[in-house]
């Protein structure tokens, strides 16, 4: 069958989920992505629409104007502090620079006060750990701007974050743990998934790169994605049955529907499902981090030992986590190390 032939600056093309797109591609114009079907009196009018639209002139001038916050962020972008970030931390950090600086970006750097950047804040509120990473994200680039001369002070020093609630992601419970296994038996992916994060204590960007070449003399070995921390951690007895019953073949054990190897977002969505059709909506990939350091907490490990498991590098860090250690358990523990007392 003939392909219709689209218009000038049109093109077709498949995005990374493979679904065809319909593109507006004009040099001084923004990219457009057509709704209407191809040809269709939706299509032309959209057409119309983006011929008829005014050029968008010397794209990226404002974007790195001389003493601007988008140099200074341009300045950071080339920075050894931002090329030695791992590729995922650099991904998070430029989706929070860069919303701020289509925001703010063409305005002067000396001119930023503290006052602006709390109402910046401010304005996020309603979402406390994204006004936060943003501050954190402010803070940063005013350091920056200081080591390389283009301001003298921090506006942001000593500046408060937005109060959010104690805890972050919930950790899970024993209760739950049983309840997502009697729904994902063994064999399934979805218990696969949950096994390799909750016996290794490993977030969703390590578990997702696991494989056969990381399973060495009953080990897992591993380097993490977000610390560049090397972990080598005993295989549980649970986690082996799970991995006896894992194709050999694959370089990972997780797999897309598609056979190709998760991203850490598409993983967190597709387990977010798995936690949702097993009752759990108030579970998460994150959560199992947490519970997996309680469980350990609870088994009467110290800190350094958690630490060996988690990666954490610090007893601040592992604190957070094992928070939600069973009091009961822990306090009957604390007792039993005091031993008897004398009475009259």
């Not at 088994?299 to 009961?328: F, L, P, W």
Request: aromatic share 8%.
């Amino acid at each position: 069958m003939r392909r219709k032939r689209l218009p000038k600056y049109v093109s077709e093309f498949s995005d990374r989920h493979g679904k065809p797109r319909i593109r507006f591609r004009k040099k001084g114009h923004k990219d457009y992505y057509f709704t209407g079907a191809p040809l269709s009196d939706r299509f032309w009018q959209e057409y119309q629409a983006c011929l008829d639209a005014k050029p968008i002139g010397n794209i990226g001038a404002e974007r790195t104007a001389q003493g601007s916050i988008s140099s200074l962020i341009a300045a950071y972008y080339q920075s050894p502090e931002f090329a030695g970030l791992n590729a995922a931390t650099k991904a998070t950090y430029r989706g929070i620079i860069e919303r701020f600086r289509e925001e703010h970006g063409d305005k002067r750097l000396a001119l930023l006060e503290r006052r602006h950047i709390k109402a910046i804040i401010a304005a996020r509120a309603a979402t406390p750990s994204a006004a936060n990473n943003l501050l954190r994200m402010i803070r940063m680039l005013m350091r920056f701007a200081i080591d390389i001369g283009m301001r003298k002070d921090d506006p942001t020093y000593a500046m408060r974050g937005i109060r959010t609630k104690a805890g972050g992601f919930h950790s899970w419970t024993e209760e739950e743990i049983a309840q997502f296994e009697a729904v994902h038996p063994i064999g399934s992916k979805a218990r696969l998934a949950f096994s390799l994060m909750l016996f290794t204590a490993s977030r969703r960007s390590d578990a997702i790169r696991m494989g056969w070449q990381h399973v060495k003399g009953g080990r897992m070995a591993i380097r993490q994605q977000k610390t560049d921390v090397r972990i080598d951690v005993p295989i549980h007895q649970c986690l082996q049955v799970i991995l006896d019953g894992a194709p050999k073949s694959d370089l990972t054990f997780l797999l897309t529907a598609h056979g190709k190897p998760f991203s850490p977002a598409g993983f967190g969505n597709w387990f977010r499902a798995q936690c949702d059709a097993a009752g759990l909506p108030q579970c998460s990939a994150h959560g199992l981090r947490k519970a997996a350091a309680r469980r350990l907490a609870e088994a009467g490990c110290t800190d350094r030992e958690i630490m060996s498991i988690t990666g954490h590098k610090t007893t601040k860090e592992v604190t957070r986590y094992t928070n939600a250690a069973d009091q009961v358990t822990l306090s009957d523990q604390a007792m039993g190390k005091v031993g008897g007392t004398k009475t009259e």
